[in-house]
């Protein structure tokens, strides 16, 4: 054969190979197909996806971004598209389910505020709660001071009106269910956080009642489920339960309510397996066994959500119709005002028909909000439902100190005020500094080293709550330091340069012999006035300090 005929039988040879058949033609439509699916139904379902994140993840979906009119903007435009085409990919919902049912099947959690626990168990890691229950978040004297405060200013505003007042505290799922806890990163719960602000309440005579729900709760456990496994909540039974303590409690503050609260089992319940999206799911086949209340006869009562009595009195609040609900029962007695969190739903239904007219608010008051509703609403009796991991919340609700005063006014029983008999008393223990009168304190020439001031002949200073204030005035930025006699650090604060307002709240137990007062390293001149110890007249156990300082007015 030819070169020019081989030639001619090899190009004939690929020209046939690189002819297209139907099969091809078939399998190239449908790689398009597919390829271009998830842009098709991007644009299709772009709103659902949106209401799918908003819910699920509560957050608002990535919009499209504007088209780019700088270069500046053009830099940034690539990211941005990414991030909508991820948040509006097709199949994202369904990726995201099998990939954490995968995650979840290896005993991984792909969320890092769930915690896989034992027997398919979850549990919140959120901070507030995780903390609590591995011993690290610890409530200081300070936090639990503002606490007592508030609760006893809110008492009184309520009982000059002659409205009893009761708190109620919802527990965490990990303080009743502790055995399904995970083995990682929990060496047993410590729970230490309620436990101290009680006993220190009830040491310092804390005038408003407190209800804590754990050990009834705990009492009932073994006779049915009282929390959801995938969720932070408590079900309707361990609502129940929890409903007959409140009664039990509203009835000794001399509320009419039932007595005895009629007895709640599981068998008042329906129990029904339902798969729904709880709160700590992490797949979209979790199934929980729901309890929900048998009918029973009589005491039926309307309820209205996001009423416009409600909204009326507390317009700020979000426009969720669950977040503001009021009800009325012909046959309940009194008016009810309740303050409550989401733990606060499974209570509505089983309170409400015993209240002539009850008003739900989804919301954490402060001392004006609370007032407010009183005048408005005209209540009969107020509840504040909490759960246990936003504990923080009663300190931070109310101010820590009454305005014009370095110290709570609780504080009343004067232990010791520095007068000018008494200077003779003060001495320079350490480094180099001179001691004069100045006003109604001392004044001090620091000289060099770290100067300490011993104040001798205190009178003991027993257990209970205990706090120094005093107004320095100090040359430059340093730190004052107040030790016991044995040269242990009572507390710790910076002052800045100027006037400073310090106030420490001492730890418990007694404190017998001198003070000692330690300066920093910045020479020059100090002064102190308004030097005074203030305590309470009971005695308590716990061993926590805060302490405060904030710049004091400039003039003398």
């Given at each position: 054969m030819s070169a020019s005929e081989m030639t001619s039988s090899s190009t004939g040879t690929n020209n046939a190979a690189e002819k297209p058949t139907w099969a091809s033609w078939v399998l190239n439509v449908l790689f398009c197909g597919v390829i271009a699916l998830p842009l098709v139904g991007t644009l299709w379902r772009k709103s659902d996806n949106d209401n799918e994140i908003a819910k699920l993840e509560n957050r608002n979906a990535t919009?499209?971004?504007?088209?780019?009119?700088?270069?500046?903007?053009?830099k940034q435009y690539p990211p941005l598209v990414e991030a909508f085409a991820n948040d509006h990919f097709t199949f994202r919902?369904?990726?995201?389910?099998?990939?954490?049912?995968?995650?979840?099947?290896?005993?991984?959690?792909?969320?890092?505020?769930?915690?896989?626990?034992?027997?398919?168990?979850?549990?919140?890691?959120?901070?507030e709660e995780w903390h609590d229950v591995t011993g690290r978040h610890r409530l200081s004297t300070l936090e639990k001071v503002r606490c007592l405060a508030y609760l006893n200013k809110l008492h009184d505003r309520l009982k000059e009106q002659g409205i009893p007042f009761l708190i109620v505290l919802a527990p965490d799922k990990s303080s009743i269910y502790t055995e399904y806890l995970p083995i990682s990163g929990v060496r047993g719960t410590r729970k230490e956080r309620l436990n101290e602000l009680l006993a220190f309440l009830e040491e310092n005579h804390c005038r408003a009642s407190i209800l804590d729900l754990r050990e009834p709760l705990r009492s009932r456990r073994q006779e049915g489920q009282l929390f959801l496994k995938h969720d932070?909540?408590?079900?309707?039974?361990?609502?129940?339960?929890?409903?007959?303590?409140?009664?039990?409690?509203?009835?000794?503050?001399?509320?009419?309510?039932?007595?005895?609260?009629?007895?709640v089992s599981a068998k008042d319940f329906d129990w029904v397996p339902t798969v729904l999206r709880y709160d700590l799911s992490l797949t979209p086949g979790d199934m929980e066994l729901l309890p929900s209340p048998k009918p029973q006869p009589g005491n039926d009562f309307q309820r209205e959500e996001n009423s416009a009595r409600l909204r009326s009195v507390y317009p700020e609040m979000a426009e969720y119709s669950k977040f503001r609900i009021t009800t009325h029962s012909d046959t309940g007695k009194g008016r009810l005002l309740m303050f409550r969190d989401s733990f606060g739903a499974a209570l509505v239904d089983l309170m409400s028909r015993y209240f002539e007219h009850a008003d739900y608010v989804w919301l954490c008051p402060s001392e004006e909000q609370l007032m407010h509703g009183v005048q408005e609403l005209k209540p009969t009796v107020v509840v504040w439902e909490l759960v246990e991991r936003n504990l923080q919340v009663l300190g931070g609700s109310g101010p820590g100190y009454e305005e014009?005063?370095?110290?709570?006014?609780?504080?009343?029983?004067?232990?010791?005020?520095?007068?000018?008999?008494?200077?003779?008393?003060?001495?320079?223990?350490?480094?180099?500094?001179?001691?004069?009168?100045?006003?109604?304190?001392?004044?001090?020439?620091?000289?060099?080293?770290?100067?300490?001031?011993?104040?001798?002949?205190?009178?003991?200073l027993r257990k209970g709550l205990k706090a120094f204030q005093c107004i320095v005035k100090s040359p430059d930025a340093c730190v004052f330091q107040l030790r016991d006699f044995s040269g242990l650090s009572l507390?710790?604060?910076?002052?800045?340069?100027?006037?400073?307002?310090?106030?420490?709240?001492?730890?418990?137990?007694?404190?017998?012999?001198?003070l000692i007062i330690r300066l920093g390293n910045a020479r020059g001149e100090y002064t102190f006035r308004q030097l005074s110890i203030l305590g309470g007249k009971v005695g308590a156990t716990a061993t926590a300090a805060a302490s405060e300082v904030k710049p004091a007015a400039a003039g003398e």
């Open positions: 919009t499209l971004p504007a088209v780019p009119k700088t270069f500046a903007e053009w919902e369904q990726l995201l389910d099998q990939h954490h049912a995968l995650k979840a099947s290896l005993g991984i959690s792909p969320s890092p505020m769930v915690a896989i626990g034992k027997d398919g168990w979850h549990f919140l890691r959120r901070p932070t909540h408590w079900n309707c039974f361990g609502g129940a339960i929890g409903t007959q303590s409140i009664f039990q409690r509203l009835h000794e503050l001399g509320v009419p309510v039932p007595h005895p609260w009629p007895p014009g005063t370095l110290v709570p006014q609780f504080l009343q029983e004067d232990i010791y005020t520095l007068t000018k008999k008494k200077l003779e008393n003060l001495r320079v223990a350490a480094g180099h500094a001179t001691l004069e009168p100045y006003k109604s304190g001392f004044a001090v020439n620091h000289q060099g080293g770290t100067p300490e001031i011993r104040l001798d002949r205190l009178p003991p507390g710790e604060v910076p002052l800045l340069p100027g006037n400073n307002e310090v106030a420490m709240f001492l730890p418990y137990g007694d404190i017998k012999g001198p």
